[in-house]
């Protein structure tokens, strides 16, 4: 088993530097570019194992990609009817993005799907998407009574619908909207507050008709999608990790540079600056209908805050990091109305405020969110990643501030979502992290 040793107490980070492609936006462009007409380039498309499991369904569907090795990855696209029945199962890994956006595709195709995934993924909740795409007219299956997966879909001629989502979910909306392309007449998403909209943003380069308002999107499909350009930023969720370095460490002064910064994603840049991080924003061209900017962070003196209500779906991915910065504050902080961190990678609710206690923080696990007693110091102590990389990399900026040594172990989950984590920390902090496994 993979595990990081870090040696506490760190100074902050210092100059400028970049992350990965956002993960979000790549498995999109992987999916559009695969049903498009033409070649698609995609500029920055992130290589982590999860990326890699939609490009690798794609090509057993049929789809031919080359060039990854290098930064543009081209897709030569089938077209929305090219797609061809895959000989064998596909194994979407421990990628949740990929097994929902999936079966909105497949639920369109006139032949036969397996789809699984890693035994985590099998215990994440599928029926979410399954209701709203039988609806639509597909045929989907699953275990513990069509709730989990594996999946086996059979899809066939769908037809637009209205569906109202119980919950702010932009892989569920995503999957009904790809899945409304494969539609006869208009398909609209209702949702109780607006998820991350990179599904429409692209939909629309890609030359659809996306009608939105705050809280609903409806697809008027167009018949056929034309290649285009993609150019993917730095990913927010992974550049969340470096400003929590960024704000908990002394003497930092770190500029992120070229990272995306669509509303829907940037909940997590409201929270710090009402904490009061100091964190500046620098604007620069948006590509592809979306946003970007450069981000400095300096060392900061936090307080904690409440939080709740239709902030937490743009900040849900960013909660177990803004708990290590919760935890190194000042006073209390409280999060409601995230019950979603409970059916994600692990039960991050559960996972972090046991894994923070190890380190000496007081948290409180409430049914939907968090208790988090700041205003201590950090103690190095021995933390599981749980496998959920978010999770992993989290625990692995506490140990930074960290007073003493901090073991993480199961941290070969981290490559799901930035590869070159622990390489970018070498770089930033020498000779304070060892890796075993």
Same mark, same amino acid.
């Given at each position: 088993?993979?595990?990081? %040793?870090?040696?506490? /107490?760190?100074? @902050?980070?210092?100059?400028?530097?970049?992350?990965? /492609?956002?993960?979000?936006?790549?498995?999109?462009?992987?999916?559009?570019?695969?049903? !498009?007409?033409?070649?698609?380039?995609?500029?920055?498309? #992130?290589?982590?194992?999860?990326?890699? &499991?939609?490009?690798? $369904?794609?090509? $057993?569907?049929?789809?031919?990609?080359?060039?990854?090795? /290098?930064?543009?990855?081209?897709?030569?696209?089938?077209?929305?009817?090219?797609? &061809?029945?895959?000989?064998?199962?596909?194994?979407?890994?421990?990628?949740?993005?990929?097994?929902?956006?999936?079966?909105?595709?497949?639920? /369109?195709?006139?032949? #036969?799907?397996?789809?699984?995934?890693? $035994?985590?993924?099998?215990?994440?909740?599928?029926?979410?998407?399954?209701?709203?795409?039988?609806?639509?007219?597909?045929?989907?299956?699953?275990?513990?009574?069509? %709730?989990?997966?594996?999946?086996?879909?059979?899809?066939?001629?769908?037809?637009?619908?209205?569906?109202?989502?119980?919950?702010?979910?932009?892989? =569920?909306?995503?999957?009904?909207?790809?899945?409304?392309?494969?539609?006869?007449?208009?398909?609209?998403?209702?949702?109780?507050?607006?998820?991350?909209?990179?599904?429409?943003?692209?939909?629309?380069?890609?030359?659809?008709?996306?009608?939105?308002?705050?809280?609903?999107?409806?697809?008027? +499909?167009?018949?056929?999608?034309?290649? %285009? +350009?993609?150019? =993917?930023?730095?990913?927010?969720?992974?550049?969340?990790?470096?400003?929590?370095?960024?704000?908990?460490?002394?003497?930092?002064?770190?500029?992120?540079?070229?990272?995306?910064?669509?509303?829907?994603?940037?909940?997590?840049?409201?929270?710090?600056?009402?904490?009061?991080?100091?964190?500046?924003?620098?604007?620069?061209?948006?590509?592809?209908?979306?946003?970007? !900017?450069?981000?400095?962070?300096?060392?900061?003196?936090?307080?904690?805050?409440?939080?709740?209500?239709?902030?937490?779906?743009?900040?849900?991915?960013?909660?177990?990091?803004?708990?290590?910065?919760?935890?190194?504050?000042?006073?209390?902080?409280?999060?409601?109305?995230? !019950?979603?961190?409970?059916?994600?990678?692990?039960? &991050?609710?559960?996972?972090?405020?046991?894994?923070?206690?190890?380190?000496?923080?007081?948290?409180?696990?409430?049914?939907?969110?968090?208790?988090?007693?700041? @205003?201590?110091?950090?103690?190095?102590?021995?933390?599981?990643?749980?496998?959920?990389?978010?999770?992993?990399?989290?625990?692995?900026?506490?140990?930074?501030?960290?007073?003493?040594?901090?073991?993480?172990?199961?941290?070969?989950?981290? &490559?799901?979502?930035?590869?070159?984590?622990?390489?970018?920390?070498?770089?930033?902090? +020498?000779?304070?992290?060892?890796?075993?496994?």
């Amino acid at each position: 088993m993979e595990q990081l %040793t870090i040696r506490g /107490g760190a100074r @902050g980070p210092q100059g400028s530097m970049t992350v990965p /492609g956002d993960k979000s936006i790549s498995h999109r462009a992987i999916i559009l570019g695969a049903l !498009a007409e033409g070649v698609t380039e995609v500029s920055g498309c #992130l290589r982590s194992e999860d990326c890699q &499991r939609t490009l690798g $369904a794609f090509r $057993a569907l049929g789809v031919e990609a080359e060039g990854w090795e /290098g930064d543009i990855l081209r897709i030569y696209g089938k077209g929305l009817r090219g797609l &061809r029945e895959a000989a064998d199962t596909l194994n979407c890994g421990n990628s949740g993005t990929t097994i929902r956006l999936l079966a909105g595709v497949l639920a /369109g195709q006139p032949f #036969l799907s397996l789809l699984t995934g890693d $035994a985590s993924l099998r215990r994440r909740p599928m029926d979410r998407i399954i209701h709203p795409l039988t609806q639509m007219g597909a045929e989907i299956w699953g275990r513990a009574r069509d %709730t989990l997966p594996p999946l086996a879909v059979r899809g066939g001629s769908l037809h637009g619908v209205t569906y109202r989502c119980p919950v702010p979910s932009a892989q =569920v909306k995503s999957a009904i909207l790809l899945a409304g392309l494969f539609a006869e007449g208009p398909t609209t998403v209702i949702e109780p507050a607006a998820s991350r909209d990179h599904t429409e943003r692209m939909l629309t380069a890609y030359g659809q008709r996306v009608e939105r308002s705050e809280q609903e999107v409806t697809l008027i +499909p167009a018949g056929t999608l034309q290649a %285009t +350009p993609i150019s =993917v930023p730095g990913d927010f969720s992974s550049a969340a990790f470096l400003l929590v370095a960024g704000l908990i460490l002394p003497d930092s002064d770190l500029t992120i540079e070229g990272v995306g910064v669509n509303p829907t994603r940037t909940g997590l840049l409201d929270v710090l600056q009402a904490m009061g991080a100091k964190v500046q924003v620098f604007p620069v061209d948006a590509e592809t209908g979306e946003p970007r !900017a450069h981000l400095r962070v300096r060392a900061s003196r936090l307080q904690g805050v409440s939080i709740g209500g239709d902030l937490i779906p743009r900040l849900i991915d960013e909660i177990p990091v803004l708990a290590v910065a919760a935890a190194c504050a000042e006073g209390k902080t409280v999060i409601r109305d995230a !019950a979603e961190l409970r059916v994600k990678e692990s039960d &991050r609710i559960r996972t972090i405020a046991a894994e923070l206690s190890r380190m000496g923080v007081r948290t409180e696990e409430l049914p939907d969110g968090l208790i988090i007693h700041g @205003g201590r110091r950090l103690q190095g102590a021995r933390c599981e990643g749980h496998g959920d990389h978010r999770v992993a990399m989290a625990l692995t900026v506490a140990g930074l501030q960290a007073e003493g040594q901090t073991i993480v172990r199961d941290t070969a989950c981290i &490559r799901t979502s930035f590869p070159g984590f622990v390489e970018t920390l070498e770089h930033l902090f +020498p000779n304070v992290l060892e890796r075993r496994g």
